[in-house]
């Protein structure tokens, strides 16, 4: 599966802009309940305004809130967004953490937003598991559990470490353009002759 995907999607790549790992930390905090799309088009503003973590450290919540508004529950995404650019600076010198454990003791970061920080901007071992990576490794037959953590857990040894942010990429990238919650497209799936689920 995993050669698979990445015949099919070989430049896979997060669809968060992003120039380093502050601003794809801030974007994936922002991402929650909304689409990458949605995020790109609040993202320009935040980063000109706050340009890194000791500027968003000190930002005006109602002014960050007025920012983030459309990308939905805006009040407590601009508390996470200064809360964890205060944690930064305080904590970690200015610079974002690199280690798991650090990421997630910022406000509004659990272990997918660290995956993809790890993954994508620090190039080290990471597999986010979202909603997408979630539904597809249950079609798939992969895991039957369904909390996110402990299939992270589960998929890990499966593939190989420096491997596993594409791996993910590549199955939310699937699940947005070919298995479809609603209107999966088996017949073009070049997974469906191994999946369980599959309708072709």
């Avoid at 502050?22 to 799309?37: G, H, N, P, V």
């Avoid at 990576?133 to 998929?155: A, F, K, M, S």
């Avoid at 491997?163 to 997974?191: K, M, Q, T």
Wanted: aromatic share 4%; glycine share 6%.
């Amino acid at each position: 599966m995993h050669r698979l995907l990445a015949e099919e999607y070989p430049d896979a790549e997060c669809e968060l802009d992003h120039r380093d790992a502050f601003e794809l930390l801030a974007a994936t905090i922002l991402s929650a309940q909304c689409t990458d799309a949605r995020v790109n088009q609040v993202t320009p503003v935040l980063f000109e305004r706050y340009p890194d973590a000791p500027a968003l450290a000190v930002a005006d919540p109602e002014d960050v809130e007025g920012i983030v508004r459309s990308t939905g529950f805006f009040r407590s995404k601009a508390a996470n967004l200064i809360g964890m650019a205060s944690a930064i600076v305080d904590r970690f010198g200015g610079e974002v953490p690199s280690s798991v454990a650090d990421l997630t003791s910022l406000p509004g970061v659990g272990r997918k937003t660290a995956n993809v920080v790890r993954s994508v901007a620090l190039d080290l071992p990471g597999l986010p598991v979202d909603t997408h990576v979630l539904r597809l490794t249950r079609l798939l037959g992969i895991t039957t559990d369904d909390d996110p953590v402990r299939v992270e857990l589960e998929l890990n040894p499966m593939v190989p470490a420096a491997e596993r942010g594409a791996f993910s990429l590549r199955l939310i990238l699937h699940g947005r353009r070919v298995c479809v919650a609603r209107r999966p497209a088996c017949d073009r799936c070049v997974l469906a002759w191994m999946c369980p689920s599959s309708g072709a």
